[in-house]
């Protein structure tokens, strides 16, 4: 396990107006693996997962992609750096001027050269990766939103991706599909170029996904280990999270 | 942070819609030149600017022209000057009235619903997602917009001044019973071409202004739904504003 890091946040403050998210985050996310952020509703998971894309700059403090620290790079060194990277949205964030084809081979087009044939043979392969069929011509306003996701999920992983980055991917999807995107994940960090970042708040999720998890909690990761070292952890916030106890860290300020 | 005043804050305000303007502004021109090229969006977004507005700017100018010559033939009758009817319907038609109503309308029309539709991608992520894919929106979203306002608005006044003429016309003509060949006359007596272009170019300035001013409040929304509703808001009272102001500055340069 001494894979070189591929991502490392170093002491990343984050505050928007008076409102501080981000605390001196640490970690460190070797090539290869698959790492999952859990933590409460609003401890600024998705937040964290936009600067590790550069599409949220830290206040304070630095995000390196290998070697390569993010505020230093130009708007079109950024850009060019982003197509190592798929992101799915919480909401599937699909472009909802263009129907679900256009939305996944929207990539394919702009970055490869692939022709009419092979970029439609790559859309359905994604789709079928998530177990849709038939949707092709549909707008995503005609969508559940458990497909929306769905979609922004495949089309996150048209590309082949080599750092993937999902914001909730299975939240609101029924078990079976959960279970569906959960081995999704796994097979697409099998290949060991592939790193993965996922958010959950999804217990199963996380311990059928991850090599690691990780824990926000208070702008700050309180937890990092393997799933086997989470069930035993003594950390608080790990344990009410774990135990779905009401009273413990989480609920305190509110108590 | 806490020893801004009032006024101070006013300030700040405004110089960061201005950079804002000029940021947008800036980026769709360096994004214009460069690959690729969605022509079939940039057509889409000139139906949507130019055809769908024909109605509403037909309408406006028509009646403008006719109110016109319904205000000024009562006026101008006292001291025997009905021969002049035609010619003031032309030129303020021509040189201010069309461009700004047509903006005016335009404004109400699509600037607003630029504002509402970037505003409703930046609360559901998908500006982001454009980024995400290693695009940038401001390419995909601004430049078709920008250009197709641009492009059309001298268009719509060109529609709009031949409009107001004709229902100045037929008022003056149809209404009040003045006489059609003197009226006819005077309509294009003392037009000059310059009149002419000098509304086409302000329909072009008008047409930036509020292109870039909806896509401008679109791009920088927060807080949601309410969010959305503020910037598209907004977009329209900044917009018209800007089109007014700056219909004196472009006034003042091309008639000394």
């Known amino acids: 396990m001494s894979a070189k890091l591929k991502i490392r946040i170093r002491d990343v403050y984050k505050a928007f107006e008076d409102k501080k998210v981000l605390q001196g985050v640490d970690l460190d996310i070797p090539e290869g693996s698959s790492m999952v952020i859990m933590g409460g509703s609003g401890v600024g998971k998705s937040v964290l997962l936009k600067h590790i894309i550069g599409l949220l700059k830290p206040d304070q403090g630095t995000v390196f992609i290998e070697n390569t620290d993010l505020s230093t790079l130009s708007d079109a060194a950024l850009n060019d750096l982003r197509r190592n990277f798929g992101m799915s949205f919480q909401e599937g964030a699909l472009f909802d001027s263009m129907s679900v084809f256009e939305n996944i081979a929207f990539p394919l087009r702009r970055h490869t050269r692939r022709t009419a044939g092979e970029v439609r043979a790559r859309v359905e392969e994604c789709l079928k990766m998530v177990s849709l069929r038939d949707v092709e011509d549909k707008m995503p306003a005609d969508l559940s939103g458990g497909m929306k996701r769905r979609v922004g999920f495949a089309r996150s992983i048209a590309l082949q991706p080599k750092i993937l980055l999902f914001d909730e991917p299975t939240t609101g999807l029924d078990p079976v599909m959960t279970a569906l995107i959960a081995e999704t994940i796994r097979r697409l960090t099998d290949d060991p170029t592939v790193t993965a970042v996922t958010i959950t708040h999804d217990l199963e999720t996380a311990y059928a996904i991850g090599d690691t998890i990780a824990m926000l909690f208070r702008g700050r990761i309180v937890f990092c280990g393997s799933p086997q070292e989470f069930k035993d952890s003594g950390e608080p916030a790990v344990v009410q999270f774990r135990t779905s106890n009401p009273i413990g860290p989480w609920t305190e300020d509110e108590l | ?256």
Not at chain 2, 2 to 29: M, N, T
Not at chain 2, 151 to 156: H, Q, T
Request: hydrophobic share 55%; charged share 15%; net charge positive.
């Open chain 2, 1 to 256: 942070m806490k020893a801004v005043g009032a006024v101070d804050r006013i300030i700040i305000r405004l110089y960061e819609e201005l950079g804002r303007f000029c940021i947008i502004f800036w980026k769709a021109l360096f994004w214009t030149f460069r690959r690729p090229w969605d022509f079939r969006e940039w057509l889409r977004q000139m139906a949507r600017v130019g055809v769908d507005s024909i109605p509403v700017v037909f309408l406006a100018a028509f009646f403008t022209g006719a109110v016109i010559a319904l205000e000024t033939f009562e006026g101008f009758q006292r001291f025997h000057a009905e021969g002049y009817v035609g010619s003031v319907v032309s030129l303020t038609m021509l040189r201010e009235l069309s461009p700004v109503l047509s903006a005016l309308m335009v404004t109400g029309r699509v600037g607003s619903a630029y504002a509402a539709e970037i505003g409703t991608m930046r609360v559901t992520e998908q500006i982001d997602a454009f980024y995400a894919l290693a695009a940038d929106p401001i390419q995909y979203l601004v430049v078709p917009r920008m250009w197709a306002s641009l492009i059309m608005m001298p268009l719509l006044t060109i529609m709009a001044d031949a409009t107001g003429i004709l229902g100045g016309w037929l008022v003056a003509v149809g209404l009040l019973k003045a006489n059609a060949v003197v009226y006819e006359q005077s309509t294009f007596q003392y037009l000059d071409m310059k009149d002419f272009f000098s509304g086409i170019i302000k329909a072009a300035v008008f047409g930036l202004i509020l292109a870039v001013t909806g896509c401008m409040k679109g791009f920088y929304t927060k807080g949601g739904a309410e969010g959305v509703g503020k910037a598209t808001t907004q977009s329209v009272v900044m917009a018209s504003l800007l089109i007014l102001l700056s219909d004196f500055f472009l006034t003042k340069l091309m008639f000394r």
